[in-house]
């Protein structure tokens, strides 16, 4: 079964500093894999998605990922942190076959200090 | 202009009550989920639809029941409420059912039981 792991629950970062948020992803295939945004008391946000193109993803907002199949991982960065980047973010995975159901991570809460 | 969209954002209720959401989308997907948020931000795939047809039933209570009109909404009954229903319901939408198809996500229900 595939699975996503989201290796910290909280990280905080002073604005203007970069941004790292660590998932390691479990599949026994090539994965469908996406990472999605949670303000507070909102809906969830596409950043962006990887499926099986180009290893290096850009999204939304300055954000990008890099698919690493030798590492099974798929962290999702940013250059500069804004105080509108605090949110929770979810790494998740589609499960293979044709439902596209959706494997979610626990969530990494970001903290932006000013 | 909304693209998926919810009723009511906010939802408090007796235990023992029946009560309903709605979902709406008009991206024109043949598909639409619902998912549950616990209070540790956790969500889980809960029903799936592709053109009214139930494709995902995950191992939830019976005293929930999706309807599916037709493509454009999804609605989500809920019998006999109970405390550990209390959760936050997010709607979504796809194009197909594809593992890359992105999912659109609705701004959620938040439902108290008291």
């Known amino acids: 079964a595939q699975s996503v792991t989201q290796l910290d629950s909280h990280v905080s970062v002073s604005e203007g500093t970069p941004v790292l948020l660590r998932c390691n992803y479990s599949?026994?295939?090539?994965?469908?894999l996406f990472w999605y945004v949670q303000h507070p008391n909102k809906g969830l946000q596409l950043l962006l998605k990887?499926?099986?193109?180009?290893?290096l993803v850009k999204g939304i907002n300055g954000f990008e990922a890099e698919f690493k199949k030798s590492e099974t991982s798929f962290h999702l960065t940013k250059p500069s942190a804004h105080m509108s980047d605090a949110a929770e973010y979810f790494c998740?995975?589609?499960?293979?076959?044709?439902?596209?159901?959706?494997?979610f991570g626990t969530g990494t809460l970001l903290a932006v200090q000013p | 202009d909304t693209a998926v969209s919810q009723t009511p954002k906010y939802l408090v209720t007796q235990m023992g009550n029946d009560k309903s959401i709605k979902c709406e989308q008009n991206?024109?997907?043949?598909?639409m989920y619902w998912y549950k948020q616990d209070s540790k931000k956790f969500l889980k795939i809960m029903f799936s639809?592709?053109?009214?047809?139930?494709?995902i039933n995950e191992t939830v209570p019976n005293r929930f029941s999706p309807k599916s009109p037709d493509k454009a909404h999804l609605n989500l009954h809920i019998n006999s409420l109970e405390l550990g229903d209390s959760a936050v319901y997010f709607c979504?939408?796809?194009?197909?059912?594809?593992?890359?198809?992105?999912?659109?996500f609705g701004p959620g229900t938040r439902l108290t039981v008291l």
């Open positions: 979504a939408s796809s194009q197909g059912t594809g593992a890359g198809d992105t999912q659109y």
């Open positions: 599949s026994s295939y090539s994965p469908s």
């Open positions: 990887y499926t099986s193109a180009a290893t």
């Open positions: 998740v995975v589609s499960e293979r076959g044709a439902t596209n159901k959706l494997i």
């Open positions: 991206l024109g997907h043949d598909t």
């Open positions: 639809y592709n053109n009214k047809e139930l494709i």
